[in-house]
């Protein structure tokens, strides 16, 4: 089979790290990019010495004869770039979010299943060894029945983080702390625990100067489809603190942190009326670099593409942690829990974007 013909759609620092990840996976050749500024998608080409640079997705996949693309522009734009992808016929890796929105998404999935293009979203945190380590064991049932999955994402972005670029901090193009910085972490629990079947939320702007009413931070009650519990916390506006996700079952307890297994714990047996004895579980993993995530799922795409399978995380799996953050979205304005299913059913009017 013929190499797959490749193109990057947006020519940023994430765009960088898609063309890299392209020229590393085999059956896969890098051939052109495209960006608002023609000029910036020219020095781009030159940089990865590609064949065409375009400001038109359409033009280039057609000018280009290009058989997929990875979409790499501003959250809130991916829908209108992904339905004009798969018009031209290209199959598509998305940068996460999938949109912001979810009639965009719902847009952007039935775009792709019309023209018969695959579609694919970037989560390269599950191909993590620490993260599939979890996912076996809580799969092998040796955590027991689920009780409680937490998530922490406590970081720091400047005011000048949010000035950088006129689309950051917007609820329009970025969507905030949950859909830009907490995704990846929201993303994997309710991958390893079992999907959220509903959401409690406050959220709030501390010590920054957001638009549109985008939160810094947020606190999040979950309750999962299988009866377990959760909580998400996250912020930008923090020194000090870290990302983890701790899951605890009746069996057993593993704590992610970054990209290592902090913690494995299992009961061996040993009960009093105030505690259960616990083992260590000896697990080593080695730690993805930064960049190394998104060759896998890139790897994965392009192999999914000559396979013709589907990819590791396709189109409908993705949306997942967007509906999430859409439910609790919704419920901080609502002052009540918000069913997952309803955001994904069209029924909540704060879920889908502004007249649309």
């Not at 199959?91 to 579609?119: F, N, Q, S």
């Not at 720091?156 to 830009?180: C, H, I, M, N």
């Not at 519990?229 to 057993?252: F, M, P, Q």
């Not at 930064?290 to 060759?295: K, L, T």
């Amino acid at each position: 089979m013929d190499d797959i013909r490749y193109g990057i759609v947006g020519c940023g620092a994430i765009g960088e790290i898609h063309a890299e990840a392209v020229e590393s996976a085999d059956g896969a050749t890098l051939v052109a990019c495209t960006s608002r500024s023609l000029d910036g998608a020219r020095e781009f080409a030159d940089a990865y010495d590609l064949d065409g640079a375009y400001d038109d997705v359409g033009e280039m996949i057609e000018g280009s004869d290009l058989d997929a693309v990875s979409v790499c522009t501003p959250s809130g734009t991916h829908a209108e770039v992904v339905i004009e992808a798969a018009k031209a016929g290209a199959a598509v890796l998305c940068e996460k979010p999938l949109d912001v929105y979810a009639d965009r998404m719902d847009r952007m999935i039935a775009a792709c299943e019309d023209a018969g293009v695959t579609l694919a979203g970037v989560f390269q945190q599950r191909f993590q060894p620490a993260t599939r380590r979890a996912k076996a064991a809580i799969e092998a049932g040796d955590l027991g029945g689920p009780v409680l999955g937490d998530a922490q994402v406590k970081w720091f972005r400047p005011q000048a983080y949010y000035d950088g670029a006129d689309w950051k901090g917007t609820r329009e193009f970025d969507g905030g702390v949950l859909l830009s910085q907490a995704i990846h972490t929201i993303d994997r629990l309710q991958w390893l625990v079992g999907g959220v079947e509903s959401v409690r939320a406050v959220t709030t702007t501390h010590d920054r100067d957001l638009a549109d009413g985008c939160e810094t931070t947020a606190a999040l009650s979950l309750r999962f489809a299988n009866g377990a519990l959760g909580t998400v916390s996250a912020t930008t506006a923090t020194k000090g603190g870290d990302d983890r996700i701790e899951i605890n079952g009746t069996d057993g307890s593993i704590t992610l942190a970054g990209g290592d297994i902090a913690a494995f714990e299992v009961g061996t047996g040993e009960e009093t009326n105030y505690g259960a004895e616990t083992t260590t579980v000896d697990v080593d993993v080695a730690t993805l670099a930064w960049g190394e995530g998104h060759a896998l799922a890139v790897e994965d795409f392009v192999e999914a593409l000559r396979e013709g399978r589907d990819p590791a995380v396709p189109g409908r799996e993705a949306r997942r942690a967007v509906d999430v953050i859409l439910a609790a979205k919704a419920a901080a304005v609502r002052d009540e829990a918000v069913a997952v299913a309803n955001v994904r059913m069209g029924r909540i009017p704060e879920a889908n974007a502004p007249g649309q």
